[in-house]
C-alpha cells in the first residue's frame, strides 16, 4: 500500500496514488471549476483560477506542503473559499482526515468543490472569532487568507487559540511587499493588488511573536520546477534549482510567500 505522502511529479498534471488508485488533481480541479463555471458563468474570480497556469500552480504548492499534515484528524481550512485546497486533501486522504471549512461566503456558494471537499463548513459572522473549541484542530491550512483579515496579528491569535500544540500553520500566497506583479496591478492596472504585503522576515517575525516557529519559508514559485518537468525530468534536482535561483534570482520579486509554523507552548 502507497503512503498518503507519495507524491510523483510527472510533466503535467501531477499525478498522487493512494491505494494503488491514481488521482490525477490536475483533472480533479479542472472539472471543478468547469462545472463551477456552469452555475457561475461571471465568476471573474472562478475564471481566473480556472486557467491551466493557476491550477498547475495549486498543484505545486499542494505538492510542496502535503507533508507537513497530519496522517489522522481534524484540519481546518481557514478562509477557504471555494476550498481547492480541501478538494485536494480529500482526494489524497480520502475519509483519514476530517476537514472543516470557513469563511464568509454562504454556504451553497460553491456547491461543487464543497461537495468533492466533503468539508464542514462554517459561515463567520466576525472579523476575528472562528466557531471552535481551543486545541482544536491538527493543522491549519492558511491560502490567501492572512492578507485579507482585517486584523491580521488578532487573527493569528485565534488561529494558535484552536490549534492543538506542536501543530502545523500553513501558510501559502501571502503577497510579497517586493512582488513586481503588485507592482504592475497597483501601479498600472490599478486593481486588483492587494493592500497589504508582507517581507519575508516581517511575517516570520510576527509568527514568532502570536505563538507559532517558523520551521520553512521562502518564495511561493516553482518556475524552474515546472521548466524541469516540461522537459521530462521525472524528480527535481534541488542542488541544480538552487544554483539556477542564484543565477537568476526571480524569486526576490515573486508575488507570494509560502510558510509553515509550529504552535508553540514556549519559544
Known amino acids: 500500500m502507497k503512503s498518503h ?9 501531477i499525478q498522487t496514488r493512494i491505494n494503488k488508485n491514481p488521482v490525477d488533481l490536475f483533472d480533479l480541479l479542472h472539472g471543478l471549476y468547469d462545472e463551477e463555471l456552469k452555475s457561475h458563468p461571471e465568476n471573474s474570480y472562478l475564471r481566473q483560477h480556472s486557467s491551466p497556469g ?3 500552480n495549486q498543484i505545486y504548492t499542494f505538492a510542496w506542503y502535503l507533508r507537513f499534515l497530519p496522517e489522522h484528524g481534524k484540519i481546518l481550512d481557514w478562509g477557504c473559499n471555494h476550498a481547492p485546497d480541501s478538494c485536494m486533501v480529500r482526494a489524497v486522504f480520502g475519509d483519514d482526515l476530517e476537514i472543516h471549512g470557513c ?21 463567520l459572522s466576525d472579523n476575528v472569532h472562528l ?6 484542530f491538527d493543522a491549519v491550512i492558511a491560502s490567501g487568507a492572512l492578507e485579507h483579515a482585517v486584523f491580521d496579528y488578532k487573527s493569528l491569535e485565534e488561529l494558535y487559540r484552536v490549534m492543538k500544540p506542536e501543530c502545523k500553520l500553513i501558510i501559502t500566497y501571502l503577497p510579497n511587499r517586493l512582488s513586481y506583479y ?9 486593481k486588483d493588488f492587494h493592500p497589504r504585503r508582507y517581507g519575508l522576515k516581517e511575517i516570520k517575525k510576527m509568527l514568532k511573536h ?5 520551521i520553512e ?8 520546477e515546472q521548466k524541469l518537468a516540461a522537459l521530462g525530468f521525472k524528480k527535481n534536482n534541488k542542488f541544480f534549482i538552487k544554483f539556477l535561483c542564484f543565477l537568476f534570482p526571480v524569486h526576490l520579486i515573486s508575488g507570494c510567500f509560502k510558510l509553515v509554523a509550529v504552535k508553540k507552548d514556549s519559544m
Not at 507519495?6 to 498534471?13: E, H, I
Not at 466557531?131 to 482544536?136: A, C, G, I, K, Q
Not at 502570536?210 to 517558523?214: A, D, R
Open 210 to 214: 502570536n505563538g507559532f516557529l517558523p
Open 182 to 190: 503588485e507592482w504592475i496591478k497597483e501601479n498600472i492596472s490599478k
Open 103 to 123: 469563511d464568509f461566503r454562504e454556504p451553497d456558494t460553491f456547491k461543487e468543490f464543497d461537495k468533492a471537499a466533503r468539508l464542514s463548513y462554517q459561515k
Open 217 to 224: 519559508g521562502s518564495a511561493q514559485i516553482f518556475l524552474w
Open 5 to 13: 505522502r507519495t507524491l510523483l511529479p510527472t510533466r503535467f498534471p
Open 54 to 56: 493557476n491550477i498547475n
Open 131 to 136: 466557531p471552535y473549541e481551543d486545541n482544536t
